[in-house]
């Protein structure tokens, strides 16, 4: 969907409503991006890192929102909305995975038919033995779409963009201000 307005609340919950019925896209083979940031020290940070990815915090950033019932478990399926050179995109995504223990937080997406790209993101919050928060997101994804294949370059440089403020949010809700350790 590309929208020169922001969808209305009928359009969001239809375009919900198609979620869950859409099929996977393909798996996409090749290697992903990973991006890792210390997000801070201790189990206060972490709790409060892991509660907001729990939430999804880390779309909470200019330009995307998310149409979901805030349910968060495998098979949930949720729509992102994405402002981007001036045209709304709705994608359509399912949660494949959610695996949490006492040191890590683990959130698996896949792309569902509808979606400009075909992928998946793994998101990761774990507190080291040491104490250490660190954030990453994994994602390996192609263009799904034609329009998506002629601006492919422009698509890449928004993927990067959505991940340093990913992780800068999710830094800024934790309270950790700006990390001194990047990888």
């Known amino acids: 969907m590309l929208k020169l307005r922001r969808p209305s609340d009928a359009a969001r919950t239809a375009a919900l409503a198609a979620a869950v019925v859409a099929a996977p896209h393909a ?15 201790g189990l206060k940070r972490f709790e409060r890192a892991r509660l907001a990815l729990r939430r999804l915090e880390p779309f909470a ?18 729509v992102i909305l994405g402002r981007r050179l001036g045209l709304w995109t ?15 937080l683990i959130i698996e997406l896949r792309t569902l038919e509808g979606h400009p790209l075909r992928g998946e993101e793994r998101f990761t919050v774990e507190r080291h033995l040491n104490g250490i928060v660190r954030f990453r997101i994994e994602a390996v994804s192609r263009p799904a779409t034609w329009w998506a294949i002629l601006i492919t370059p422009a ?17 800024d809700v934790t309270g950790a201000g700006r990390a001194t350790v990047a990888r």
Do not use: C, K, N, Y
């Open 27 to 41: 798996p996409v083979t090749t290697g992903p991006v990973v991006h890792e940031e210390t997000i801070g020290w």
């Open 61 to 78: 950033v200019p330009g995307t929102e998310l149409v979901w019932d805030r349910s968060l478990e495998e098979g949930t399926r949720l």
């Open 155 to 171: 698509l890449r440089f928004f993927q990067r963009r959505f991940r340093h403020r990913a992780i800068g949010h999710l830094r």
């Open 90 to 104: 709705a994608g359509p995504v399912e949660v494949t995975r959610v695996d949490e223990g006492d040191r890590h």
